[in-house]
């Protein structure tokens, strides 16, 4: 996967399968986004068997043969939620159209994992809550900024191990190389898409809650702007806002489309955690201006001050905890509550955003 398309981003495989060949098959409905590449490879590397894929476009499911050739084309969607060997279906639809993809899977009596932003609605939340309720199935969520990502995950580990103590703030940028071109028309529709602190905010806001222990937040400020695509006045190419967690902890974010092509990166995704006795900062995807590679952690507390280079080092274990979950009915990997909080707030964001340039009229 290119490291200069973030559409289509993936790390690189690092198989740590948690099951044998057969005891856990899913399947993959839903071809809008490019994160479906990612989630398959993820769930692939701990043992999960790939079985069916449906999209009602051939030209997607033929890319998605490229890299997953040895997956079966289902002629519906029918045929994939009727196969009692399926344990789980992962989708990347639009994103307006993942809940009900989602409650769809959820009544067929399989577990559901979703690229992010899960929803884009208040009433979406709501409908995708009651369906987890009535049929006890789990939507769970694609976060990758913090899932897929070998430097956020060993920061939980150092967080988790005490290394600064109780966390104060957590400080996230998420910028992306927009790279409209080659965007479909779906991704410049807010309705559709959502809105920029709908869909890539909320990867912040579910490491600014995961980072501080947090399970709920206010918003006490959000913005959005198009400050530089006239064309696409629906697109929202910045966005930030400041949270304040029930644990006392605040949190700022700011993500934007604004990555230039000169940077050897889909982005300079970082974050910043001040604890009580340190503090810690991610470079999750390169060290800029260097051939360093992905994954630099640096910590500084009362013992140390050090760098860290994980990349190849961590994994990525969130894939085999939502696999044993499933099996086990359990929530290790990530609780429902959590991975409904970060898309609630990342809505709410949205909801209530200042727009910090007037628009033409549509």
């Not at 993959?28 to 590397?45: N, P, S, T, W």
């Not at 998420?174 to 959502?194: K, S, T």
């Not at 696409?232 to 400041?242: I, K, N």
Request: a negative charge; glycine letters at 12%.
């Amino acid at each position: 996967m290119s490291a200069t398309d973030g559409a289509n981003y993936a790390p690189d495989p690092m198989p740590a399968p948690v099951v044998g060949p057969g005891e856990f098959v899913f399947a993959a409905i839903g071809l809008d986004h490019g994160h479906i590449g990612g989630m398959c490879q993820g769930l692939i590397g701990a043992g999960a068997q790939l079985k069916w894929v449906y999209d009602p476009d051939p030209a997607k499911v033929a890319a998605f043969r490229q890299n997953f050739p040895q997956v079966r084309v289902a002629r519906s969607e029918a045929e994939v939620l009727e196969d009692d060997q399926v344990h789980l279906v992962a989708g990347a639809a639009v994103t307006a159209d993942r809940a009900a993809l989602g409650i769809r899977v959820m009544n067929a009596g399989k577990d559901y994992f979703t690229d992010k932003a899960p929803l884009t609605t208040l009433e979406q939340l709501a409908a995708a809550k009651e369906a987890v309720a009535a049929t006890g199935r789990k939507y769970a969520v694609y976060y990758s900024e913090r899932l897929h990502v070998e430097a956020s995950v060993f920061a939980g580990q150092l967080i988790e191990a005490g290394a600064i103590g109780k966390v104060v703030q957590v400080i996230g940028m998420g910028p992306h190389r927009l790279g409209a071109a080659g965007r479909p028309e779906w991704f410049f529709q807010r309705e559709r898409y959502g809105g920029i602190l709908c869909d890539i905010g909320s990867h912040q806001i579910e490491q600014i809650l995961h980072y501080t222990g947090s399970t709920d937040a206010e918003v006490v400020r959000s913005q959005i702007a198009n400050y530089h695509n006239p064309d696409y006045p629906e697109l929202d190419d910045f966005g930030d806002a400041m949270l304040v967690t029930d644990t006392g902890a605040s949190g700022y974010f700011r993500c934007d489309w604004f990555t230039p092509d000169g940077l050897q990166g889909w982005g300079d995704g970082r974050s910043f955690i001040l604890g009580t006795e340190g503090f810690i900062e991610q470079r999750k995807y390169m060290n800029i201006t260097t051939s360093d590679g992905p994954g630099h952690v640096y910590l500084a507390n009362g013992q140390e001050e050090t760098h860290f280079n994980v990349h190849g080092k961590v994994g990525y274990p969130y894939f085999g905890e939502l696999i044993r979950d499933c099996l086990a009915r359990t929530e290790n990997a990530m609780t429902q509550e959590h991975a409904f909080k970060a898309a609630e707030l990342a809505v709410r964001a949205q909801m209530q955003a200042v727009d910090l340039v007037p628009r033409p009229a549509h």
